[in-house]
């Protein structure tokens, strides 16, 4: 069974920072790209980050420069820094991976990030 395991969420004020984990069992995240989304309340799940396979990552603008997403194969864990958090980042966040080949995707079921004084 496979299963994506988010944590380290939680409420933070403005300007602090929170490090996401994404945990994977099941499946071995070397061949896997991965991704962190998220879904703030009454809107549409975004994309925030990615990696490839081979360590290639890409940001959405709102967040280049504040978040850094990484991977340690070796753990099968995908990670999310997040400094200068702002409101607007509140949200619940989900990393998602898409094997290689055959576009295969698995989700996780998402951590709260909630950004306030």
């Known amino acids: 069974q496979v299963q994506l395991v988010e944590s380290g969420g939680g409420l933070v004020q403005p300007g602090g920072s929170l490090r996401l984990s994404c945990a994977a069992s099941g499946i071995t995240l070397d061949f896997y790209a991965m991704a962190w989304y998220r879904q703030a309340p009454g809107k549409q799940r975004d994309l925030v980050a990615t990696?490839?396979?081979?360590?290639?990552?890409n940001y959405v603008a709102s967040v280049k420069g504040r978040f850094t997403i990484s991977r340690d194969n070796a753990k099968n864990t995908v990670y999310l820094q997040m400094n200068s958090l702002k409101p607007e980042d509140t949200a619940v966040y989900y990393c998602g991976a898409v094997h290689r080949v055959s576009q295969r995707q698995y989700w996780g079921q998402g951590t709260q990030v909630t950004v306030s004084s």
């Open positions: 990696v490839s396979v081979g360590g290639s990552t």
